[in-house]
């Protein structure tokens, strides 16, 4: 069974940044693809960034180009979603899931097998 658990998530003020961290247990870290996904109030969860297993491939939605960056650390079983330029419209809870199946990097929430509890991230105008 593997466990994620996130953290980092807050209220800040447009145009400001965060960190989210996303802590892993359970399996061996580098054995899956991780990936940030997000959910507004009322909408459908929607894919944000993903790093494959080995962190050659990386896919950013449209809408987070050239202000999040993720990384993964494979010595702390850690996977870091980068937030800068923060805007309104990214408010949302933000999602850490685990894909072990895969090589590469998928955008569907349906290929994850495993999921963090969420944390809040909320910008204010």
């Known amino acids: 069974q593997v466990q994620l658990v996130e953290s980092g998530g807050g209220l800040v003020q447009a145009g400001g940044s965060l960190r989210l961290s996303c802590a892993t247990s359970?399996?061996?870290?580098?054995?899956?693809?991780m990936g940030w996904f997000r959910q507004a109030p009322g909408k459908e969860r929607e894919f944000v960034i993903v790093i494959s297993r080995s962190g050659n491939t990386i896919y950013y939605a449209d809408s987070v180009k050239g202000r999040f960056t993720i990384s993964r650390d494979n010595a702390k079983n850690t996977v870091y979603l980068q937030m800068n330029s923060l805007k309104p419209v990214d408010t949302a809870v933000y999602y850490c899931?685990?894909?072990?199946?895969?090589?590469?990097?998928?955008?569907?929430?349906?290929?994850?097998?495993?999921w963090g509890q969420g944390t809040q991230v909320t910008v204010s105008s």
């Open positions: 359970g399996r061996i870290f580098s054995s899956y693809a």
């Open positions: 899931a685990a894909d072990s199946r895969r090589y590469g990097a998928s955008v569907s929430p349906s290929d994850y097998d495993y």
